[in-house]
């Protein structure tokens, strides 16, 4: 009887790279470190059943065939020559320059793919539907263009080179000099250094390609469009639990969430303000740091009062423009 390996339990999700053929995995480890040089892949690089994503990603623009110029020698250590004859370079063969072998290479031994660092930025542009011009910012970063996510726009970014902290630094100053809004890098290594700007987020790729056999797919990780909002969160929490001013904006809004259903409904904003101050005195009284009676200002207490009104959907009733969002 056949006895079934128990799957170990897993305390973090599966990253899509773990269903990557080896030979992908292996050449972004290469791209990583290549700079410049590109990276080539032999039919002995490719296992048989990772060889229908070669024309998927052929298709996709990451990989181009490419013959190759030099193969070993049949008969010695060195590397022979690929010479091409006839009107097309149709006629193929192989000289030695070592020791004059001349052998007759197979179609087969010839084929090799080809992938650089353009081509990976091309091709993520293509699989993650990222529009604009790509450009680079430094020797190991690629702007790829742009990437909405609701009513956000991210710059999005391609580095290499970021495992290692040192590097890793040089290429995030010269994204966030680049940078004009709220960016995304790509990193293609795994574990990227962390980023300090709070306006740049970092994936690696080995969260977010998954591959099929039409070739790549991209998933963007939700963490990704997380960073700013958690930091504006923490900036506006440690406001409130600083400012006297803000705490009491807060218990005022705690005030009319309570009455809006109640004695303020069917009234416009400016008129509950109207009414608070009249009526409420004691909602919008605080003391500040240096110990001085003062009462939240207009603007405040519109907005609150506004705040409220948009969180029971009635915004109908919110008059006038100047409501900060
Ligand atoms: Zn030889």
């Known amino acids: 009887m056949k006895t079934k390996t128990k799957a170990k339990p897993t305390t973090r999700p599966r990253k899509p790279s773990e269903r990557w053929p080896r030979f992908f995995s292996n050449m972004l480890a290469q791209l990583d470190v290549a700079g410049d040089d590109p990276v080539f892949l032999t039919k002995a690089d490719i296992a048989s059943d990772a060889k229908p994503y070669l024309s998927g990603f052929m298709n996709q623009g990451l990989l181009s065939e490419e013959f190759t110029n030099a193969l070993a020698c049949i008969s010695c250590d060195a590397m022979a020559a690929i010479l091409r004859t006839g009107a097309k370079g149709e006629k193929v063969s192989a000289l030695c320059p070592c020791c004059g072998a001349v052998f007759q290479p197979s179609g087969k031994e010839l084929r090799r793919w080809r992938a650089d660092w353009n081509s990976l930025g091309e091709w993520i542009k293509v699989i993650a539907a990222i529009n604009g011009e790509m450009e680079a910012v430094s020797p190991s970063a690629l702007f790829l263009g ?97 400012d006297p001013c803000q705490k009491q904006k807060e218990n005022l809004k705690g005030f009319v969430r309570q ?48 705040e409220i009104m948009r969180e029971n959907g009635l915004d109908d009733w919110i008059s006038g423009k100047k409501f900060r969002k």
């Open 259 to 306: 009455k809006i259903t109640g004695i303020f409904a069917d009234k416009y904003h400016h008129k509950i303000a109207e009414e608070i101050i009249k009526k409420h005195a004691g909602q919008i009284a605080y003391t500040d740091r240096l110990g001085k009676k003062q009462q939240l200002s207009k603007r405040l207490i519109l907005d609150a009062v506004a």
């Open 146 to 242: 742009h990437a909405a996510k609701g009513q956000e726009r991210f710059e999005i970014y391609l580095a290499r080179s970021l495992a290692d902290q040192m590097t890793a630094r040089t290429i995030y100053s010269a994204i966030s000099q680049s940078m004009n809004g709220r960016g995304i890098v790509l990193s293609v290594a795994g574990n990227p250094a962390k980023i300090a700007n709070l306006k740049m987020t970092i994936a690696s790729l080995d969260e977010c390609i998954v591959l099929t056999d039409a070739g790549g797919g991209f998933a963007w990780p939700e963490h990704v469009f997380a960073g700013k909002d958690q930091a504006k969160q923490r900036a506006g929490f440690a406001k409130v639990q600083n």
